[in-house]
Structures are given as structure tokens and as C-alpha cells.
């Protein structure tokens, strides 16, 4: 791993809490990811199983954990199966997890290689009721390959088809979306790394360059402060492309005059960052392109005050719709004759704001949370109002990620990565 060992107690008490929430006389079950073949004997880098790492700490292929906190015997209360390591493996692959390792990483005493699972688990099945299996149930999933948690789960209820089953994911739903402060500074270092790429690009960019040329700049400066790289596909899109919200070709010149969209962010020890900056190819905003930017910057900052404990998640959204209503009306993007007439069900302002403003951040760039439950404290926000505009060939987003606390306005995280205008012109001009 490139990045430092993080405490154990991270994984004791996430563990702690899951148990908790389980139910009476319970098992509970978690796979790491399969390593994805690509072609021939290449393969995906490997990206640990989200779940598993939050409970435990593991970040390797081929393990297992399982959690069974009324279990008779007290060393099978939480185990662990690994993938038996050897010199051969050491040599060829790098070197894995042995037992005593395992704990450290852990806090998990029993320790069993993968061999003897179904031996194991014999035992422990025979002596609970319900099993909890891991299901992906976040509501951006979309799901076609069958992974290593899906066919152990098959396999296990095939196995033991009298037990009562049991869901694990509104758990850690609830649990993952509350971040612990150890969960916190490691997002801080995430973001920390990603303003290092930033103003990195800030110095590099003038008319000419490639958005290619871009994201190489970026992923230079993750890579040599312990990111694995970029949290999620990068977007680097200058003028019109900016307009595709989704643009990842990142293979066309930045002309004078345009605008460059980027948005970027750096993980660090499999936490995500997710910031968007948008900034003038030649270091200038035009009055136009300025005053739209204002407008999206007012709206970023009136809606993460919003995001408070008790806030629903509709309620948030709505208000937020309102905000930028008021600015495109200012912009003269839209007139009143739109606002009243406009579709409930698809605002005036979505013609110009068509996406949503905030998600769930953490393990994951789009992370866990039930948006049907209030806002808490230490959940952590993106925020991130655009404005795109095809017709005049330049689009407008701004994103930072922020902490709700429980009394107050949260706290950014990217609260030292420049967004605003007079500083970007400034750093690129100096």
C-alpha cells in the first residue's frame, strides 16, 4: 500500500457498531473483490471490496471476514479467512497478510487461512439462526458482472437453506455515512492532495495545452504524495465540452478564451476527494464568463449552509433550486414567464442546472447514505451548483466537499484549494 497504516481502532469500533445492529443469535458475512481479468493474463489493478475494508482494515484479494458476536465460543466472535501467503508468493506478487500482520492491521485475534472456510464455517452456521449476507443496495448501483460477495452469498444460502437471512447493507448505510474523525483526517489528506494537484495545473495551463497534458499534471502530483491516483474518472473539459457532464475523452486543446472544467480528485488510502474548479485557458475571465462564475460560486456557498443536522434531503434540493432560479434570472438566462409556467416536476432552472448539488462522500466518491433520513453531523457533502450554457460554449461548475457539524456551517475540507476568481487569475498570471 502506498499510503500509511492506518489505527486499528478505526475497524474495531466500526465492527463494534455494525454487531450492535445485528440481529440476535446473527452471523455476518463480507468477501473482498474479485481481481478483474482485462485479457490473456492481464488484469484491473486490484480495488478492495468498500465493506469489508471498513470493518477490517483488509486490503487484499481473497478474504473474508465474518462477524458473529453471540458465538459461543469467544475467538470465533470475529474472524478472518486469508489467502495463505508464502515465499513463493512474497516473491512473485508481493507480500501478503500473515496472521500476526493481520491482526495489526485488524484488531482481529483469530486468524484462519482460506482453506479452511467451509470447515470453519460448518461449525459457525450450525450454531447461529440468521445470517446477514451483503447486498449492494446504494441508489446509483447498476450491476451486471457477478462479483466474488454475490457468489459467496449464493453459495452460502445455497449450503444452508434453513437459516433466516438478514440484510447488512441498511447497517452500514447508516454507519458509513457518519464519518468517525480518523475517517475524517484521512478525507482531509485526500483533499490536501488534491490542491497540491491543483495548483500545480494553476502554474501549468496556458492556451495550447491539451486536456490530456492536464490530467498528466494531476496524476503526477497524486502519485508522489501516496494517492494511488484519482479517486474517480477525470473530467478536463474546455470550452463546449464542458457541457458534457459526464466528458472523460480529455484529448482536445485548450484554445484562448475558453474555459477549462475540471473535475478531479485525489483518494488516499481508498477515500475519496471530489473537487471542481473551473478556470480561463489564458488566465482571464471575460466579464460574461465572470459574472456566470460569480453567480455559481453564490450558490455553492448559500447552499452548503444549508447543510445542517435535521435537513432533508428534498426539502435541501428544492431550496437549492431556488437559489439558482434567482441567479439565472439575473444572468437573463431565464425570465419570469418561465418561472410561472414551468413544470413542477422540471423547474425552469433545470435547463441550465440539470444535475443534483450534493452526495454522500467518503469510501466511496458517490458514498453511502439513506437520502430518505435526515442530515447528521460528520456526514460529508459534495456541493456542487453548475451552470452550462451550450449556446455561448462554455459550462460552470464549482465543488467542494464539506463536514455538517453539528452546530454551525460545515466545515470545508477544500476550504484551502482557490475557487475564488481574483485568486485563480492571480496564480496563473504570477
Not at 482460506?114 to 450450525?126: N, S
Not at 463546449?240 to 475540471?262: F, K, R, S, T, W
Not at 433520513?373 to 451552470?387: C, D, H, S
Amino acid at each position: 500500500m502506498k499510503y500509511h497504516q492506518i489505527d486499528s481502532a478505526l475497524y474495531i469500533k466500526n465492527r463494534a457498531n455494525f454487531m450492535a445492529k445485528m440481529k440476535p443469535n446473527s452471523l455476518a458475512v463480507f468477501n473482498s473483490n474479485d481481481i478483474y481479468p482485462i485479457s490473456a493474463d492481464s488484469t484491473m489493478p486490484f480495488q478492495q471490496h468498500r465493506d469489508i475494508l471498513y470493518l477490517s482494515g483488509v486490503d487484499q484479494e481473497e478474504s473474508i471476514l465474518v462477524m458473529f458476536p453471540d458465538a459461543p465460543h469467544e475467538k470465533h466472535r470475529e474472524v478472518l479467512f486469508l489467502k495463505e501467503t508464502n515465499d513463493h508468493i512474497a516473491v512473485w506478487e508481493g507480500e501478503k497478510l500473515t496472521k500476526d500482520r493481520a491482526l495489526e492491521v485488524s484488531g482481529i485475534k483469530t486468524v484462519y487461512w482460506l482453506q479452511e472456510m467451509e470447515k470453519v464455517m460448518t461449525e459457525l452456521m450450525a450454531q447461529c439462526d440468521t445470517v446477514h449476507i451483503n447486498t449492494n443496495e446504494h441508489y446509483r448501483a447498476s450491476i451486471e458482472t457477478e462479483t466474488r460477495e454475490s457468489r459467496y452469498t449464493k453459495w452460502l444460502l445455497n449450503k444452508y437453506p434453513a437459516h433466516s437471512v438478514a440484510k447488512s447493507n441498511p447497517i452500514l448505510q447508516r454507519l458509513r455515512s457518519v464519518k468517525d474523525p480518523i475517517e475524517l483526517d484521512l478525507l482531509q489528506k485526500a483533499c490536501d492532495i488534491t490542491e497540491k494537484g491543483m495548483r500545480r495545473v494553476l502554474g501549468f495551463v496556458q492556451p495550447g495545452v491539451t486536456e490530456y497534458e492536464i490530467e498528466a499534471e494531476f496524476m503526477h502530483e497524486f502519485l508522489r504524495n501516496r494517492s494511488k491516483g484519482f479517486a474517480y474518472t477525470p473530467i478536463v473539459a474546455s470550452g463546449n465540452n464542458a457541457n458534457v457532464l459526464h466528458y472523460i475523452e480529455n484529448n482536445q486543446p485548450c484554445n484562448d478564451g475558453d474555459l477549462i472544467l475540471l473535475d478531479v480528485g485525489a483518494e488516499y488510502a481508498n477515500y475519496s476527494s471530489d473537487m471542481t474548479r473551473t478556470i480561463p485557458v489564458n488566465g482571464k475571465f471575460t466579464k460574461r464568463q465572470r459574472a456566470v462564475y460569480d453567480a455559481v460560486n453564490r450558490v455553492k456557498n448559500d447552499a452548503t449552509k444549508l447543510l445542517v443536522p435535521g435537513t432533508d434531503w428534498a426539502d435541501y434540493h428544492i431550496e437549492v433550486g431556488k437559489l439558482m432560479t434567482s441567479e439565472l434570472l439575473g444572468l437573463g438566462l431565464i425570465d419570469k414567464d418561465d418561472v410561472q409556467n414551468e413544470d413542477p416536476n422540471w423547474p425552469a432552472y433545470k435547463k441550465y442546472f440539470m444535475h443534483g448539488t450534493s452526495h454522500h462522500m467518503g469510501l466511496d466518491t458517490h458514498d453511502y447514505g439513506l437520502l430518505w433520513e435526515p442530515m447528521k453531523a460528520n456526514m460529508v457533502f459534495t456541493v456542487e451548483p453548475g451552470i452550462y450554457i451550450p449556446e455561448e460554449g462554455f459550462g460552470i461548475r464549482l465543488e467542494d466537499d464539506v463536514v455538517v457539524q453539528e452546530h454551525g456551517e460545515p466545515f470545508n475540507l477544500m476550504r484551502n484549494i482557490p475557487i475564488e476568481a481574483e485568486e485563480i487569475e492571480d496564480l496563473m498570471n504570477s
